[in-house]
Structure formats: C-alpha cells, structure tokens
C-alpha cells in the first residue's frame, strides 16, 4: 500500500511502514535435563522377625503421646498432674481472655460509633474521648497478645516442646513455669531480652 504525501501541488509517493513488532528479551535457550546417574545399589538386609513388625505397626498407628517437658537437673519431673493443671490454668486463662477481648472490642466499637455525636464538643471533651478510646485499643491489644502466647503454650503441650527454652534450648525451670505457664524463654534468655 502507498501513501501519498500532498507537499505543494505535487503529489509524492511515500511507501507506509508496516508497524514493527516490539522487541522481545533475550531468553536462554532451555537447558537439557543430564541423564540420571546410576548409582550402585547398597544390598538389601534381611527383614526382622514378624514379631518385631507387629509391635512396630502398632505403635505407628497409635499417635504419639508428647514428651514430658524438660526440667533443670535439680528439678523433679513433670507428673500427669502437674501437667494436666497447667493445661486446665491455661485453658482458663484461655477463656478468660477471650471474653475481655471481646468486651474490649465491644467497648472499642461504641466508642468509635459515638464519636461522631461530638459536633458541639470542647477540646477536652474531644480530647477524653480520644484518651479512652486509645485506652480500649490498649487493653483490646493486650487482651489478644496474652490470648496468643496462652495458645501458644498450649500448642508447646501438644506437640512436646513446652518447658524448652525457645532460645537456646536449655529448660526453663519448672518453678518458672508454674509461676508462669506461658513463659517460653529461660531466666537468662529473658533478661539478655529486656536488656
């Protein structure tokens, strides 16, 4: 197809350019797979006694019971008790404050609901409204931060790790953990923290 470009009272052909497609990146050619390298196979050893599988079988299919928690070597061990207590502490604690997070969230949201009423209020007026709703967020932050680490704790339990410090490793004191179920740092670790 032609053009034709008027300049003056002479008509010029001009050939249109066709538009050019945009340029494409460079992309490395696909690299072959290397073949599989065979590998010398180790022999095969014998299979147990039958009784030996059964007993190993069964005791897949059960599911694992966690392990105690580590304590100090001056430390007595972990009783079923002792551990069912702190369990029942934490799920208490648990409940507890899920219902101040609520109330707190509740009270969060009349407060913030309410403080559109405020078109003929003074400055210290406006200024304790904003005062106790920071406060509410304050104890609605709290109240989930505490929610999470009791949970936290109680996951420890289920899985085995609880009474280790989540630092280094050492135990974290039995004494310590009844004081304070969710602890999950040692002494030293948590003061080289607040440090």
């Not at 392990?67 to 648990?94: I, Y």
């Not at 404050?97 to 609520?102: F, S």
């Not at 932050?141 to 490793?169: F, I, K, P, W």
């Amino acid at each position: 197809m032609v053009a034709v470009k008027k300049s003056g009272s002479t008509k010029v052909a001009v050939p249109v350019k066709k538009a050019v497609p945009p340029a494409k990146k460079a992309v490395p050619p696909a690299k072959k797979a290397d073949p599989p390298v065979k590998r010398a196979v180790a022999p095969v050893k014998k299979a147990d006694p039958p009784a030996k599988k059964a007993a190993a079988s069964a005791s897949k299919s059960a599911p694992a019971a966690p392990a105690a928690p580590a304590v100090r070597a001056d430390e007595s061990a972990w009783t079923r008790a002792e551990l069912r207590e702190v369990e029942e502490e934490l799920r208490r604690d648990a409940s507890r404050l899920a219902g101040e997070l609520a109330a707190a969230e509740e009270g969060l949201a009349d407060l913030i609901r309410d403080s559109g009423d405020g078109a003929g209020d003074d400055q210290a007026d406006a200024g304790s409204k904003t005062f106790e709703r920071e406060h509410e967020m304050s104890l609605a932050n709290n109240a989930r931060d505490m929610l999470l680490q009791v949970e936290h704790a109680l996951a420890r339990l289920a899985n085995g790790t609880y009474g280790a410090c989540e630092s280094c490793g050492t135990p974290i004191g039995k004494g310590r953990l009844q004081a304070f179920p969710r602890a999950t740092l040692c002494l030293a670790c948590k003061q080289a923290e607040e440090r």
